[in-house]
């Protein structure tokens, strides 16, 4: 067991039995009082967060965390399969892990997931952004880009977001993984 002196900014923590990513870290002295840590953590499953007084000698699990990149491949019922790149062995994560990102990957694309002790992933991070090709939206007007109007389009995995007036059916956008906003147009 390490002690909250141990800790440092982004350790996951077994905290209540929940695996918990510390977030802020503050060493204070008040005056007359004994020195304590507060700490600011995030819960990797749900993502609440929580505030905790620790006192420097208190001990506290800190977890080995190992990261990798995998290939997702396919989405299997509530799971996505994805790969090693290196050794090909294929895993298993839950669609949970990715929140409102796994409307927005397609297949190929490269996940940063992080595994509990080498065996249980516990948090999967998409890329930035993802380009992906429109699959219908109503027709585009030539030169409306001075106002910031968004139209509905239907991406290639049926997903939908909103769309500048000038992009048109078959066009390839850049889009933020993480919130579906539309990025940019992308010239092939």
Not at 44 to 58: C, L, S, T, W, Y
């Amino acid at each position: 067991m390490a002690t909250v002196s141990d800790l440092s900014k982004g350790n996951f923590i077994r905290y209540n039995n929940e695996v918990m990513q510390v977030e802020e870290l503050q060493h204070r002295t008040p005056g007359n009082l004994r020195a304590f840590y507060q700490i600011k953590m995030r819960n990797v499953r749900n993502g609440k967060v929580a505030e905790n007084r620790f006192r420097p000698g208190d001990e506290i699990e800190i977890l080995r965390v190992e990261t990798k990149e995998y290939q997702y491949l396919y989405a299997d019922g509530e799971a996505l399969v994805c790969m090693d790149n290196v050794t090909f062995d294929q895993v298993y994560i839950d669609k949970s892990l990715l929140g409102e990102a796994v409307n927005y990957i397609k297949e190929g694309v490269t996940l940063l997931i992080a595994f509990e002790n080498g065996e249980r992933a516990i948090t999967a991070e998409p890329p930035t952004h993802v380009v992906m090709e429109i699959q219908y939206t109503e027709p585009g007007l030539q030169g409306d880009t001075a106002t910031r109007t968004l139209k509905a389009a239907t991406l290639e995995n049926g997903t939908e977001v909103r769309v500048p007036l000038f992009v048109n059916t078959g066009d390839k956008i850049k889009i933020n993984a993480s919130t579906g906003e539309y990025v940019e147009r992308v010239k092939e």
